[in-house]
């Protein structure tokens, strides 16, 4: 079994830089979220992992391949990139969409096989109905779940999910959810996933790793890293950690009266320098 492995890696985004010597390490059977405040650079850093955009300084690593842009369909084999956003500008059915995560294999005709196990991971996320709907037509927490069955069709050994219940109701937050820690325990997979729900995060996730200022601030299991005050800083506003029955954080905003938190702005404010540095 490989580890994923990000050593030294330099992001520039325009005139942004969201990775600063970044190194990090993933490994099979693991789930880890990526949090940290909008514009941290959590998609870059999945796009960078893809082979999307191209790092400025770094390397990435998996087992034995290196990341290239010049194997990067070979590189993508293992991959199962599930970006932000789901619009899809094409006249398909919900199940040719799927079935596209079988792309490289797909000839002339669909084979039952493949055919069959697409149907059934729509069945096990509750989308089999939608079937033979045009994709256009589907509300986007269906089309969300839909792009996640083409993902887990490819088979792959690393999952990169890029906020993928940002449009999901509770109930299919968690099943899919617990579709991808099951997926991950079983197949041993490499997961990371961009979260913004911390307390769902602190459910799911092995390890978390905070990003903030072009930097991880923060790496380790959901109980060391989701400290009030360290979110509470990074964020800018203050937070409160409560537990569920269960003993995992759970991670609140608390709305302060309206002077109390232009106060509380007016500090932050003079606090921060400069969120976003250059590289
Ligand atoms: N194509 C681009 N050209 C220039 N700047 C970009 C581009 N894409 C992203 N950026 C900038 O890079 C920074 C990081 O963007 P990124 O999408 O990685 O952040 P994020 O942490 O995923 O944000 P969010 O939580 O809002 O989705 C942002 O400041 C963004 O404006």
Redesign the pocket.
């Given at each position: 079994m490989s580890s994923l492995d990000i050593l030294n890696a330099t992001i520039l985004?325009?005139a942004?830089c969201?990775a600063q010597g970044i190194s990090l390490r993933f490994e099979p059977g693991h789930i880890y979220a990526i949090l940290?405040p909008?514009?941290?650079?959590?998609?870059?850093l999945l796009k960078a992992i893809f082979g999307e955009i191209e790092m400025q300084a770094g390397e990435v690593h998996y087992g034995e391949r290196q990341l290239s842009r010049r194997q990067l369909k070979a590189w993508r084999e293992n991959i199962g990139y599930m970006p932000?956003g789901n619009e899809l500008d094409a006249c398909l059915t919900t199940l040719e969409v799927v079935l596209l995560g079988h792309l490289d294999a797909l000839h002339m005709h669909v084979g039952d096989d493949v055919l069959e196990q697409a149907l059934m991971l729509m069945q096990r996320v509750g989308i089999q109905h939608l079937a033979h709907r045009d994709i256009q037509s589907l509300s986007g927490g269906q089309r969300q779940l839909a792009l996640f069955c083409q993902v887990l069709l490819r088979e792959p050994k690393i999952l990169l999910l890029d906020?993928p219940v940002s449009a999901l109701d509770m109930h299919h937050q968690l099943s899919l959810l617990e579709h991808v820690y099951t997926e991950t325990r079983q197949r041993q997979l490499i997961t990371i996933t961009?979260l913004?729900d911390l307390s769902l995060a602190a459910q799911f996730a092995d390890r978390v790793i905070l990003?903030g200022e072009a930097s991880v601030k923060a790496e380790g299991t959901p109980h060391d890293v989701l400290q009030p005050a360290l979110l509470s800083e990074l964020y800018q506003v203050p937070v409160e950690r409560l537990h569920d029955s269960s003993g995992m954080p759970v991670i609140r905003p608390v709305r302060q009266t309206h002077s109390a938190s232009i106060e509380y702005a007016q500090l932050k404010h003079s606090q921060l320098n400069n969120s976003?540095s250059l590289c």
């Open positions: 985004r325009g942004t969201t940290g909008n514009g941290t650079g959590k998609s870059s932000q906020e961009v913004h990003l976003q």
